[in-house]
């Protein structure tokens, strides 16, 4: 299984990015994805999570300008990020929680990540 996420670059305060994460390979099912970030000096966070069953949430640090949505059918996750602020700057990282055809439990993969800076 591979993720691989796009959209990250760099963006004026209080301007919006859209990042996009794409599962690929022998996939069953997948009951979760999820974005995190990292920061420079900082502890890779959670930033927004959609369950299986249409669950969504994010952390209260981007609620009400980040969204997560979710395709099953293509197996992508994004996330609209708007009123971006210097503070969002960091690799942000693609998370899928996947059964695959060879597998009899579920398996946590991670994308490579895209750097996002919001920079005037």
């Known amino acids: 299984v591979q993720l691989q996420a796009s959209g990250g670059g760099l963006v004026q305060p209080g301007g919006s990015l859209r990042l996009s994460c794409a599962a690929s390979?022998?996939?069953?099912?997948?009951?979760?994805m999820r974005w995190y970030r990292q920061a420079p000096g900082k502890q890779r966070e959670l930033v927004a999570a959609?369950?299986?069953?249409?669950?969504?949430n994010v952390v209260d640090s981007v609620k009400g300008r980040f969204t997560i949505s979710r395709d099953n059918a293509k197996n992508t996750v994004d996330l609209q990020m708007n009123s971006l602020k210097p503070e969002d700057t960091a690799v942000y990282y693609c998370?899928?929680?996947?059964?695959?055809?060879?597998?009899?439990?579920?398996?946590?993969?991670w994308g490579h990540g895209t750097l996002v800076t919001v920079s005037s």
């Open positions: 390979g022998s996939i069953v099912s997948i009951s979760s």
């Open positions: 998370n899928a929680v996947v059964k695959e055809k060879s597998g009899v439990s579920y398996s946590d993969y």
């Open positions: 959609s369950i299986s069953g249409g669950s969504t």
